[in-house]
Each structure stands twice: as C-alpha cells, then as structure tokens.
C-alpha cells in the first residue's frame, strides 16, 4: 500500500472521544492544511509522520472536539474596572465592596459596578436609589445585575441620566415608579432589551457612562476571548450585537487576538425596520468564513424570573394575578416570526418563562404553516421554565433548546433563591427540563451565557450531570441531569448542528477543522466532582496550537 503524504501534525497517544459515531474513539489523528486528514490507533500514526509533520503526545490524556458555545456575550464581557459584585450575599458585602472600590477610586467621575445579585435584598424586593446613596455619595452610581437584564442607580445617576418621573421608556430601559408618588425608585428594568441595544448604547455613551465607551468595550472584548481559547472554546456565539459592534470583532481579528471562531447574532429590537433587516442580511453575506460569520437574528419574547418579569402562564408565586408580560402580543410576534422566516433567517428567541416559551413554538408553528417546513433551526434560548406539553413540540418543529446547565445550580436557581421562591415548589418540575427535551429528541445546544455565569465548560458539564452545587450539596431536580457524553455533544456537536456548522465542526472527523482540547482529567470517566478544575492542557483551532496550560 502507498503511505499517504506526510501530514503537517500528528496528535497521538490520545484517547480521543470524537463524537462521530461512525468512529467513537481513536489514539490518533492527523492534520493536514487544517483539516483532519486521518484518525486511528496509535500504531498507524507513523504513517502520516515525515521529517516536518510536528508530532504532539497527549500523554494519555483525554481529546475532545472544541467546545462550541452556543450562548457567550464575549463582547459584554466583565469589566475589570468595575466594582465586582459577584458572590456578594448581603448588603454588607456590597457596600464593603463599593467602600474598598471607592478607597483605590478617589477621583472617579462614576462608580460602576457589576454582578449584583436580586437576593441580597430582604423580602425580595428591588434595590432603589435610596439603598445605593449611602454607600456612593454624590458620585453617579451605575449597577447592573449579574444577568444584566436590570440596571440600579443612585440619585446622583438618576439625575445625569435624565430618569425624571416623567420619563416613563428611555432607550437604555423602563424605570420603576414609586406608585405612591410617581417618582422614579432607581432600579431600571429591560435593559438587555434597550440597553444593550444599538441605541441605548449610542445613548449611555453620549451621557458619559464610562462603561459604553468604545474603549472599555474592547478591552472587555480581549478578556473574553482569551478566556474564550484557555478554557477551550473554539468557536463563539456572541448573541447579541448592533452593526455597530462588528467593527470590534474585525479589529480583534486584525490585531490576532480573535483565536477562536466567532459567530456574531445580529440584535433585532421591537421595531426594526425593513432597511435595517436589509443591511443585516448584506453584512451576513459580506462576513461569512471560517473564522468569522454575522447572521442569526436576536429576539425577546419575555425577560428573566428573578424581577419577575418572564412570561408564565399562571401567576408568580405570592403575586396575585401578575404572570409577566411578553414583549409583543403573541399574535404579532407570530407574524413577525413568519416574515423574518419567509426571508431566510435564523432567529434565536429569548425565552425563560412558560408562557414565553410557548409563544416563541406557537410562532414557529405559524412560520412553517405559512412558508412550508424548511431546515430553519430556529432557538429557544434558556427554556429555563418549561410546560411538559412542550417538551416535545421543539422536536416536531425543529427548535432548538439552546441552554445554560450552570443556571439551574442550587445556588443560583434552587431552593431558597429568587427563581425557585417566584416560580413555587408546585412549578419546579419545569425548571431547566434537558433529560426531558433530549428524550423527546429535541437538539440541545448547551453554552455559559457569560459572563451571566462561568465561561468554563467544565462547570456547565458538572451542572449539567448532577445539579449540585458547584462546591457540592444536595442535587436539585435530579430527575432532569443528562449522562456525560450527552452534555458533552451538547456542548460540541449539537451546538455546532444549532449553528450550521455541523459539517466543519463539532466533532473529530475527517475532513472537519482540527479543532480540539487536550483536557487534564478524563471527564468522561472521572467522578463528577473532579470535573471542575478540569483544564485545557492544550486548545487547537484548524490545527495550530493556540493555548498550552
């Protein structure tokens, strides 16, 4: 037999999982303009080797496919600038941290910060101005939420950002009234609905946030990404950008620091015109490789559990007949769904509560009635609360449950916290259903939605199998883990078949990029609490080495 040409790397000594059931595992494979060209045993690696083929031993260890994250704000990012309120339980601990902020700050013109949690708050109501005053003075103060839907100000803040009693939408969000006097409370509502948007941006940045400037935007950019390569994320789904925005990624591109591949979501807000879907299908057609592809189209139909102001179908738990409201009537949506549909494209919906969920199938259902079933592979983003008269509707119709195993943790969503509190125990069987959706052949596509949470796989595939908390305890909702291969195609092949991309990505096969982690423990065999702290020994995009540990 003539031996094939040498190929330019050859991984061996492996144990590699490929995720490609026509060859489950092999000791090696080689690597040829990028691309797989061969996988096997360790005996025929030799084979593919020549005097310049760069020959890499795994030791042993454990390969996977590069993670695809299917749901990763690598452009919001978390600001190192920021005071970190992330893990802070009380008021106490917020106000040390703002305190210690402040003390290396003297002369700053605002304090920001990030990562406020809604359950530090007694009773849980929202913070209002008056509970940030005493601890930031006359100096604006700007926070937001560890899920970055809310915004909390001081009266100083309220006052530079024109948020007045009269002042009832703005284009970074809604504020909250006192219903007794009508003033304005400081907590800030929708703000990744307007906030996030192209102009709630525009207009945080022309008010002087520092947060929104161009400059701090890209530096929270970089972190991501680097973060994004060592924990061996080869390609990215930025959810949720404006046109604006992609002029970052191409600079991170230019400057070497875009490792990963990226697949940028194009925001649509409530309201988007004909002309801008328009110049959003042109920059899909102009951005369009293998490292980088602008298309999908983002959604809201509802907001997030904890404010209480997803879409449920019955009412929160201690609110009388409040059930949330959803962004558009269902009747709209629906036909906002069939027109973006009928012209080609994909939308990735936000949905959280019940009621949410099921106007985003139900609009679904309406988009293939009137433009005939097509390979859409429309999502449904966090599927967080869900009717089990759903689960499997996403099959029949083709969505997808793109989800975040590490938000139904115990110590985020479980007992004692506001999304459990607020949905009621008689409710918690719909929370975060992946055994359910999987069984009923729904494609899961699991991500972080950093920086709402770790970007970490290793913590999303722990929470994934055993819904304990992540320093361990008791399991919630046991009933509803998935077995390790499955969270781990989850998090690889259905991520890349969510995002088209499953014929170049996703699993280790010939003829697909030379993506791949080199991980430090075998996650695949070891026990479940040995999975975090699991590391890339090695991250490999279209086969060069991009991280080493």
């Known amino acids: 037999m003539t031996p094939p040409?040498?190929?330019?790397?050859?991984?061996?000594?492996?144990?590699?999982?490929?995720?490609?059931?026509?060859?489950?595992?092999?000791?090696?494979?080689?690597?040829?303009?990028?691309?797989?060209?061969?996988?096997?045993?360790?005996?025929?690696?030799?084979?593919?080797?020549g005097p310049r083929t760069e020959v890499i031993d795994a030791g042993g260890r454990r390969v996977l496919p590069g993670f695809v994250d299917a749901h990763n704000h690598v452009r919001l990012g978390s600001d190192a600038e920021c005071v970190q309120l992330a893990g802070a339980r009380s008021m106490a601990e917020v106000a040390a941290r703002i305190s210690a902020w402040r003390a290396r700050h003297p002369g700053a013109g605002w304090i920001e910060a990030e990562g406020f949690d809604y359950s530090v708050l007694p009773g849980g109501r929202m913070?209002?101005?008056?509970?940030?005053?005493?601890?930031?003075?006359?100096?604006?103060?700007?926070?937001?939420?560890?899920?970055?839907?809310?915004?909390?100000?001081?009266?100083?803040?309220?006052?530079?950002?024109?948020?007045?009693?009269?002042?009832?939408?703005?284009?970074?969000?809604?504020?909250?009234k006192d219903p007794a006097t009508g003033e304005p409370t400081g907590f800030v509502r929708d703000f990744a609905v307007r906030g996030l948007s192209r102009a709630g941006h525009r207009a945080l940045r022309e008010l002087g946030v520092p947060w929104a400037s161009p400059d701090r935007q890209y530096g929270r950019l970089l972190r991501s990404l680097d973060d994004a390569v060592r924990f061996g994320i080869t390609t990215v789904v930025e959810p949720q950008n404006s046109l604006d925005d992609l002029d970052l990624f191409a600079r991170a591109r230019k400057e070497g620091r875009l490792r990963s591949r990226l697949v940028a979501a194009l925001f649509h807000p409530r309201g988007t015109t004909e002309a801008e879907l328009d110049a959003f299908a042109e920059a899909a057609r102009r951005i369009d490789d293998d490292r980088m592809r602008v298309g999908p189209l983002k959604l809201y139909i509802d907001d997030v559990v904890e404010p209480r102001t997803a879409a449920l179908l019955e009412p929160y738990t201690g609110c009388g007949h409040h059930r949330g409201d959803t962004f558009y009537p269902p009747e709209e949506f629906a036909e906002l769904l069939t027109r973006l549909d009928a012209r080609g494209f994909q939308c990735f919906v936000h949905a959280t509560g019940d009621r949410g969920i099921r106007t985003v199938l139900d609009a679904v259902a309406r988009a293939r009635a009137a433009n005939g079933p097509r390979d859409a592979r429309h999502q449904v983003v966090h599927v967080e609360c869900c009717d089990p008269a759903d689960v499997p509707r996403f099959a029949e119709l083709g969505v997808v449950a793109c989800m975040q195993p590490r938000h139904c943790a115990p110590e985020i969503a479980g007992p004692g916290q506001d999304w459990a509190r607020n949905v009621g125990p008689e409710r918690w069987h719909k929370a975060w259903p992946m055994r359910s959706l999987h069984r009923a052949g729904a494609t899961l596509a699991f991500s972080s939605d950093w920086n709402v949470a770790e970007m970490d796989p290793m913590v999303g595939l722990y929470t994934a199998v055993t819904r304990r908390p992540l320093g361990g305890g008791e399991a919630w909702m046991p009933q509803e883990t998935v077995d390790m291969e499955t969270a781990v195609h989850a998090y690889t092949m259905g991520s890349a078949y969510a995002n088209f991309l499953e014929d170049e990505r996703g699993s280790l096969s010939v003829g697909k990029f030379a993506d791949l982690v080199v991980l430090s423990r075998d996650v695949l065999t070891v026990e479940p609490e040995a999975v975090p702290g699991t590391v890339c020994e090695l991250v490999m995009v279209g086969g060069e080495v991009v991280h080493r540990a």
């Open 127 to 176: 913070p209002r101005a008056s509970d940030l005053d005493e601890l930031t003075g006359d100096t604006p103060a700007f926070v937001l939420s560890y899920d970055v839907h809310t915004m909390w100000l001081n009266s100083a803040a309220l006052t530079a950002l024109g948020v007045t009693r009269d002042a009832h939408t703005l284009p970074f969000g809604v504020p909250e």
């Open 5 to 49: 040409s040498p190929a330019h790397l050859v991984l061996r000594n492996a144990r590699i999982h490929t995720v490609d059931p026509d060859l489950p595992s092999a000791e090696a494979l080689a690597v040829r303009d990028g691309r797989i060209v061969w996988l096997g045993p360790d005996a025929d690696a030799a084979r593919w080797t």
